[in-house]
């Protein structure tokens, strides 16, 4: 039987491999990135990396499933605090926005960089983004519910919400536009509330909030 000693080292080195792996896919790109670049920026041995990854694919996915649900719960202490389901949404959307502006390089890992990562990458990938989008259902039903807004397809409106809003991240990541990633919010918020019949006007040029 592992000591608690063995199992606390186990679970260091794996976050450990973790982090390095984030440090050398941003830096190299997913293709280019090898085992030995993550097992020397992680300080330990390759065998080291195999003990708890099969290959280069496993350690990428662990790296996505790891970031989607640290995400995951900033997401939801975010709507937490919020009063009401559109506020809710509300703070999920500025929650996203936010976490990617501080991390672009993550953001381009995975958004961009990562077409060649393979399938059972992108079958991941499609389960995340329903996980997000189910989020937004789940509040905009409680809209609906509370008579917030009119009764609607809560799971295509919740889709067509996570679309702009991965579309605007895109776009963030490949052009620089906005040069700041939270100056799509205010736009981007209306865009989204109009879309579920709620009227609010749009800002002015350049106002933020």
Same mark, same amino acid.
């Given at each position: 039987?592992?000591? *608690? ?5 186990? $679970?260091?080195?794996? =976050?450990?491999? *973790?982090?390095?792996? %984030?440090? /050398? !896919? ?7 990135? $090898?085992?030995?670049?993550? @097992?020397?920026?992680? =300080?330990?041995? +390759?065998?080291? #990396? ?11 996915? &662990? ?16 709507? &937490?605090? @919020?009063?009401?389901? %559109? @506020? ?7 929650? /996203? ?60 409106? @919740?889709? $067509?919400? !996570?679309? $702009? ?8 990541? %490949?052009?620089?536009?906005? +040069? =700041? %990633? ?7 918020? #209306? ?19």
């Amino acid at each position: 039987m592992r000591t *608690l000693l063995q199992q606390t080292r186990s $679970s260091d080195r794996y =976050q450990r491999i *973790l982090d390095a792996a %984030l440090q /050398v !896919f941003s830096q190299r790109g997913y293709r280019d990135a $090898s085992v030995d670049d993550i @097992a020397g920026t992680a =300080q330990t041995s +390759k065998g080291g #990396v195999y003990f708890h990854f099969p290959n280069k694919e496993a350690i990428f996915l &662990a790296l996505l499933q790891r970031t989607a649900t640290r995400l995951l719960e900033k997401i939801e202490e975010a709507v &937490a605090v @919020a009063d009401d389901p %559109l @506020a809710k949404a509300d703070a999920a959307l500025l929650t /996203v926005l936010r976490t990617f502006a501080r991390h672009r390089a993550l953001a381009r890992l995975f958004m961009v960089e990562a077409l060649g990562a393979g399938r059972e990458f992108h079958q991941r990938m499609a389960e995340v983004r329903n996980d997000f989008t189910m989020i937004i259902k789940r509040h905009l039903d409680s809209a609906v519910e509370e008579g917030v807004i009119e009764p609607i397809d809560t799971e295509i409106a @919740a889709r $067509s919400w !996570f679309g $702009s809003l991965n579309e605007v991240i895109t776009q963030w990541i %490949l052009s620089g536009r906005p +040069k =700041q %990633l939270e100056d799509a919010y205010a736009v981007l918020r #209306v865009f989204l509330l109009r879309s579920v019949g709620i009227q609010e006007p749009f800002p002015y040029m350049g106002q933020k909030r």
